[in-house]
């Protein structure tokens, strides 16, 4: 990593997780394979800060701790690059445990719970499809009927204009996010918690 850090990718430990390395990798991996308008990807940096927000919008009041799994959501993905759900099945359950490893290490390393409670994961998840919604409308040529048939509709009222940025900008957004995030659940400048929710 650039941060100097070498991870096993075999057997990942949370002190070899660091936050600069994350936002520096997710900003440069294009979600849609890059097969989307504008002069730069759509990162999965922007993306992860979108789902952290439709989460907010979607059980308003949710706890920092629970945003911040949100903006983690594909964390490993800073790692293993992003691969569309089929291609990840046809991969088969070593990739899914490879990828749950690392998901664990980022999780324990910033203080967050390797199994989440599952009614957690099914709203990051519906506010993972409400992005994936919009990011192919907007971005990546689908019509709204093909969208939502693949992701279903966004409830009502939630509307968001996605405009690509450039690396260095979303990987900068990403560590103020986080930065912020940080502060809110307890943790130091470098992800430490220092006291407890």
Known sequence: MLSGRRLD????????VEIEDIAHGLARVARWNGQTVGAHGFSVAQHSELVEDLLAKLSPGIGARWRMLALLHDAPE???GDMISPFKAALGLDYRQFEARLEAAIHI???LPVHPPADIRALIKQADRISAYFEAVQLAGFSHREASDLFGDPPAG????????????????????????????????????????
Do not use: H, K, M, W
């Not at 990718?9 to 070899?16: A, E, M, V, Y």
């Open 9 to 16: 990718l075999l057997d990942p430990s949370p002190f070899d």
């Open 109 to 111: 390393r910033f203080g």
């Open 158 to 197: 939630v509307a968001v204009v996605l405009t690509p940025l450039a690396p260095g900008e979303a990987q900068a957004r990403y560590l103020q996010r986080f930065e912020t995030l940080s502060s809110a659940i307890g943790l130091d400048a470098a992800g430490i918690a220092f006291s407890s929710e």
């Open 78 to 80: 800073y790692v293993i």
